[in-house]
């Protein structure tokens, strides 16, 4: 089983602020998920990586599959990125499936 | 297009009871997954269904239970609940298997037992 572990457990920040939330995992994997989780509950998919560094608007994702670690940053942070940031892990193999998620990171940022 | 869809919301059920909990993925998505999230937790893998069969199951006990339809959709089926049931459950679809498909996730029923 994979252990994914996830820091900080929370984050509060004012708005505008470069943000980090750190990802580590114990088995090799081919491709590493982060995902945002808002109040109530529903989960979007942010980013799928496997090597390298993802860019999508204000946010970016990199992994480095030997360290088996994986960061996800928000630049020029804003209120409405409050939200709760999991990051999960499939098992080796390859499959998308049995993900094993971290606990989540809760960020705030205040404006 | 539409997203992945769960129905009801939200149940409260009591002890004992069953409940089943519903799921569309999004159009030619053949895989649906289950997972359910405790308060303050991340999510735990529950089930895999793909072309109607059963691909993973996660470590929960044989009175949670699922299948896949013909149409791709789901149910999650849990018998005799306990206390320690309640959460939200939360359906994803994919199109295939592959760790390159991205899990599109529904907004989950949250299932409260009394």
């Known amino acids: 089983k994979n252990e994914v572990e996830q820091s900080p457990q929370n984050l509060t920040a004012q708005e505008g602020e470069f943000i980090t939330i750190n990802c580590s995992y114990s088995?090799?994997?081919?491709?590493l998920h982060w995902l945002q989780q808002h109040p109530g509950g529903g989960i979007v998919s942010l980013f799928m990586?496997?090597?390298g560094k993802k860019k999508h608007g204000r946010l970016i994702a990199t992994i480095n599959i030997q360290e088996k670690h994986s960061s996800l940053h928000i630049t020029a942070s804003h209120p409405r990125d409050s939200a709760v940031y999991i990051c999960?892990?499939?098992?080796?193999?390859?499959?998308?499936?049995?993900?094993?998620f971290g606990k989540g990171t809760l960020l705030t940022v205040n404006p | 297009d539409a997203g992945v869809t769960q129905s009801p919301t939200h149940l409260i059920k009591t002890r004992g009871q069953q409940v089943t909990l519903r799921c569309s993925p999004i159009?030619?998505?053949?895989?649906v997954s289950w997972y359910q999230q405790v308060l303050g937790q991340g999510p735990q893998f529950i089930f895999q269904?793909?072309?109607?069969?059963?691909?993973g199951r996660g470590n929960f006990p044989d009175r949670f239970s699922a299948r896949q339809f013909p149409n791709y959709s789901s149910e999650l089926n849990v018998n005799a609940l306990l206390l320690g049931d309640s959460a939200l459950y939360l359906c994803?679809?994919?199109?295939?298997?592959?760790?390159?498909?991205?899990?599109?996730f529904g907004p989950g029923t949250r299932l409260t037992v009394l």
């Open positions: 088995v090799g994997i081919s491709a």
């Open positions: 999960a892990a499939p098992p080796s193999g390859g499959s998308n499936y049995k993900l094993t």
């Open positions: 269904y793909y072309e109607k069969e059963e691909r």
């Open positions: 159009s030619g998505h053949k895989s």
């Open positions: 990586l496997s090597s």
């Open positions: 994803a679809s994919s199109p295939g298997l592959s760790y390159t498909d991205t899990q599109y």
